[in-house]
């Protein structure tokens, strides 16, 4: 069977009736789709407080000033990862220390960042590649230690666990994102996972332009003001209403998903056995949501010969990030700490595969093929 074309994603569009957007009677943020999607993350993911948001970089914005960081303050993170985990910090003034990453699951490597911490540390923030959770263990005994806030970039690790316990609900912060590109989505949007009841009230006025507006509206002041900074984090209600959606069917997609990720991971074993390519090994002590299949080939050359031979056929495939430290901005405002072992040699040999929801098994197996055929060259 050929494919004309298989695309790296297809972000989903079931699940949401048009008509739910004629009958809504309030547009902008905070009516019901916006408190039904928080209840469910709240319940589903047992976190104490849920705001949605515009985005998960905005939630992690959100996060950056709750916890007060200052001109000079230093937030550890992994190099590996999207810009907004550093730029949120970055926006508060904030100094980037990066950590090198473990190659077996591309999360930041929690034995290195003891060393890392001065008397300017402020916050950790461990990003959960693929969905597929950090030692969370380790990391929250240092920040502990250490008194720091560990905000969790959990933008891909909606419905993973570590230990049993949701991705986001774990540390001080959660972030999530619901972009086009992750497992459920509208578009745009984002939550915050507040885990320390210390913030709740904070993080509505920041999300409401600084206003006490969210307690005007319960009537627990009688006018609404100007109290704080802020900005405007909160999403319309027509994002939400389309996230809503999914939100019910998320344990429909996550099977979905989950059942594309073990075709790959079966299909490429023989590869893998060869000692061709390396597939991902999630840890024990997590259960991961599908939400990439990466291979690594040898190094960058092979890489780019895979990618080059699979465009041939139509399929399209990404890979991502460059690391954050050889960065223009990244060497503005960050500096690697102690040596690279990883991150950039790592970051040179992964490429993700087509995976979405709705994928038919046809379609894997036409991607496994082409890989398998393409790589009997190499
Ligand atoms: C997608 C992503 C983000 C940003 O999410 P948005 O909702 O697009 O702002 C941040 N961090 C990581 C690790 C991501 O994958």
Redesign the pocket.
Known sequence: MQFSDIPFNKPVTKFFDPGIICNLTKFCGDGNYTEKCSRFIENRFQVKKCLMTT??????EMAAILIDIQPGDEVIMPSF??V??ANAFVLRGAKIVFVDVRPDTMNIDEKLIESAITSKTRAIVP???AGVACEMDTILEIANKYCLYVIE?A??GVMSTYKGRALGSIGHFG?F???E??NYHCG???ALLINSIQFNDRAEIIREKGTNRSRFFRGQVDKYTWVDIGSSYLPSEINMAYLWGQLEAIDNINQDRLKTWKLYLDGLSTLAGKGLIELPTPPHCTEHNAHMFYIKLKDLEARTKLIEKLKEQKIQTAFHYVPLHTSPAGQEFGFFHSNDNFTTKESERLVRLPLWYGMTTHEVQFVISSILESMKTF
């Open positions: 985005s998960c970089t905005h939630a992690l990862t999207f907004s985990t990003v959960h590649y970039d933008a891909q972030a994102s619901f972009h590109t992750k745009e949007g984002g």
